[in-house]
């Protein structure tokens, strides 16, 4: 009996093209190399694309059948020949539009051998009977009844819905608030095309209560254009925009980590990044706070732990040291803002020491960073946040006691250009301020390494303007006090723009 059972298995034989190669017909793929390269010719198949995938030949023969013969044409509406039983529903369905997904394309199938002892061809006259020659005809009136279930919590009845829709309509509005949902039931339906779309609308529209969401739904859909456009939109809006609320207290720390780690961060100067740093862990020990503290609550929130051992050393700690390891405390050089690092009791007094000796030094030797030589990773940085209303905009920086005007100017509706230069101390609006907390250098020249560098956010996508990284000696005269100009051209607001810089040996 077995051998007569195998026996019959083995007679099965499927013909394709002008020779009579066969394969069994409930394998996939049986090893045969040339008997599937006939398979693909004679269905128009491409070869390179079956032998990575073999399993899909039937599901993408047939999605190719549908989207040539009804991309053009009218949405069914007569009665529906397959029905989905799925989060308690009942959802009928048309095959035209099922097999633009995967998953229901394998489940019909499955259905469909299941219910006949010849599936293949009770296919070909189901495919024969849906060809747009054959339209007077009485189509299959037979039904077919397939289940799928879903665990994915993100996935919702509106959301699955709206998934749905998208089988017979390729406009559907995605909302944001069901973006979430939507992204997670075309995962499930590996309905590749809706899938990119939601990414598309939820990169477009991050803000500060989605960023979260949306970063984790990258992570764990494996979809790496999500992922990188959370991180690139954080990595410009930290400080400016999500330093500011509440939703602060939301980012994942492995987010954080990367943006901080990333050369492209945006911040006003090192200072604002460390108060940004600071309120995020104070938000995570402090969860249950609704509206953002303020400064002084959280510097007195830090000074209140005990002075035998600072917070970073502490258990509770430990494991946030990675973090501030990304920050360039070198960078911080004003006085009482290295006075608020002292008192806080927040870093280790290794690190504090380490800053002192870098700044000592650099006084020491007219300037001279001779312990920085990576611009990328070791830069001082200042940055100008440009806005529609901007049509100048400048902010003088002061660094051992060298003082530039960083600045920025609107010329047109798309055009800008952004620049530093170099001023007198005696120049300053408010000298006598200047000179109390400032030390002032007298040399005539300065040798600066520097690069400029301006990114907006155009339909969903990032414009990355930057110079070249320059080493140029700044005097006080006319022409020799200004850098290289950065001019761009865009319609995004607002700009971002960035000048980081070091003193090397001159």
């Not at 069914?76 to 997904?101: M, N, R, T, Y």
């Not at 939109?233 to 780690?261: A, F, R």
């Not at 035998?308 to 502490?314: E, G, K, P, Q, V």
């Not at 280790?348 to 990576?374: C, F, I, R």
């Amino acid at each position: 009996m077995i051998m007569s059972n195998m026996h019959k298995a083995r007679l099965e034989r499927r013909v394709t093209g002008s020779t009579n190669r066969w394969r069994l017909p409930k394998q996939p793929f049986s090893g045969d190399l040339l008997s599937l390269s006939q398979m693909c010719k004679a269905l128009s198949i491409d070869f390179e694309e079956a032998l990575r995938n073999p399993d899909r030949l039937c599901i993408s023969q047939i999605q190719k059948f549908f989207f040539e013969n009804f991309k053009n044409k009218d949405i069914q509406s007569g009665e529906a020949d397959v029905i989905l039983e799925c989060l308690g529903f009942k959802w009928e369905l048309h095959q035209p539009q099922l097999f633009q997904s995967e998953t229901l394309a394998k489940l019909y199938l499955k259905a469909l051998a299941q219910g006949t002892t010849h599936p293949l061809r009770e296919l070909e006259e189901l495919l024969r009977a849906q060809s747009p020659k054959k339209t007077k005809e009485k189509s299959p009136a037979k039904r077919i009844i397939i289940s799928l279930k879903i665990n994915d919590p993100l996935v919702t009845k509106v959301a699955f819905a709206t998934a749905l829709k998208n089988l017979y309509m390729s406009e559907v509005e995605i909302n944001l608030e069901d973006a979430l949902g939507v992204l997670a039931s075309a995962h499930i339906l590996q309905f590749s095309g809706l899938f990119q779309r939601c990414v598309d609308v939820m990169i477009a529209r991050l803000k500060p209560s989605t960023i979260k969401k949306f970063y984790e739904a990258g992570c764990k859909y494996k979809e790496e254009q999500l992922t990188t456009g959370c991180e690139k939109w954080l990595e410009m809006n930290l400080v400016p925009l999500v330093g500011t609320q509440i939703h602060l207290h939301k980012i994942p720390q492995d987010l954080l980590h990367k943006v901080l780690k990333s050369p492209r961060l945006f911040t006003f100067s090192e200072f604002h990044l460390l108060k940004t740093m600071l309120l995020w862990v104070f938000l995570q020990l402090n969860y249950k706070i609704q509206a953002i503290p303020t400064y002084e609550t959280v510097m007195t929130f830090f000074k209140s732990f005990p002075e035998n051992c600072c917070f970073l050393d502490r258990d509770i700690g430990q494991s946030l040291r990675p973090l501030f390891l990304c920050m360039r405390l070198h960078g911080i050089t004003k006085g009482k803002d290295l006075e608020v690092l002292r008192h806080i009791n927040f870093f280790p007094e290794s690190w504090l020491d380490q800053v002192t000796a870098n700044h000592y030094h650099a006084l020491e030797n007219g300037g001279d960073m001779l312990y920085l030589k990576d611009l990328n990773t070791q830069a001082v940085r200042f940055g100008l946040l440009f806005n529609q209303e901007n049509t100048t905009y400048s902010k003088t920086i002061a660094l051992y006691g060298f003082f530039f005007k960083i600045k920025g100017l609107k010329h047109d509706t798309t055009s800008y250009s952004f620049y530093m230069q170099r001023i007198k101390h005696t120049d300053l609006e408010s000298p006598s301020a200047v000179y109390e907390h400032n030390p002032v250098s007298l040399r005539a020249a300065r040798l600066v390494k520097y690069e400029i560098r301006a990114e907006a956010l155009v339909d969903g996508k990032w414009q990355e303007f930057r110079t070249n990284q320059i080493k140029q000696k700044f005097g006080l005269t006319t022409s020799s006090c200004k850098s290289h100009t950065l001019k761009i051209q865009t319609v995004g607001m607002p700009i971002y723009v960035s000048f980081a810089f070091i003193f090397p040996a001159s």
